[in-house]
C-alpha cells in the first residue's frame, strides 16, 4: 500500500487486517493479493485478514470487499468459515492474538495523532 495521505483510514485498515494474516500464515502479501486462485493455506489467510478487517475493525463487509477484491458474498463466506473454525481452541487463540496484535498497532496510529 502506497504512503498516500488520501488513502481512507478503512483502506488502511483493511491493508493492517491483510498484513496481519499474511504474516501469520507466512504468506507472501502478493500471493495474498493476487486476483487468480491461489492454494488452500493463501485462501485461508485471505480469508482471516477479512474475518479480522470486518470484526476486528468493523469495517462493512461492501469495504472489505472492495478492499480485497472479492465479493460481499465471499466476504462473508469468509467470515463464516473463520468463525466457525473459532470452535477449535488453538485456533481462537491464535485469532485472538492477531485481533490483538491489529488493536495495539491501531491504538499506537492513535497515540501518534495526538
Do not use: N, W
Request: one cysteine or more; hydrophobic letters at 45%.
Amino acid at each position: 500500500m502506497s504512503t498516500d495521505l488520501h488513502v481512507s483510514p478503512e483502506a488502511r485498515r483493511a491493508d493492517l487486517a491483510l498484513r496481519l494474516a499474511a504474516t501469520a500464515f507466512d504468506v507472501p502479501i502478493e500471493e495474498m493479493r493476487a486476483d487468480t486462485r491461489r492454494g488452500a493455506t493463501v485462501a485461508f489467510a485471505r480469508q482471516v485478514g477479512m474475518y479480522i478487517a470486518h470484526v476486528g475493525f468493523g469495517l462493512s463487509l461492501s469495504k472489505v470487499a472492495q478492499a480485497f477484491r472479492r465479493d460481499r458474498t465471499t466476504v462473508t463466506h469468509a467470515c463464516h468459515l473463520v468463525e466457525d473454525a473459532r470452535e477449535d481452541p488453538d485456533f481462537d487463540e491464535a485469532i485472538a492474538c492477531i485481533e490483538a496484535a491489529a488493536r495495539v498497532v491501531t491504538g499506537i496510529t492513535a497515540l501518534a495523532r495526538t
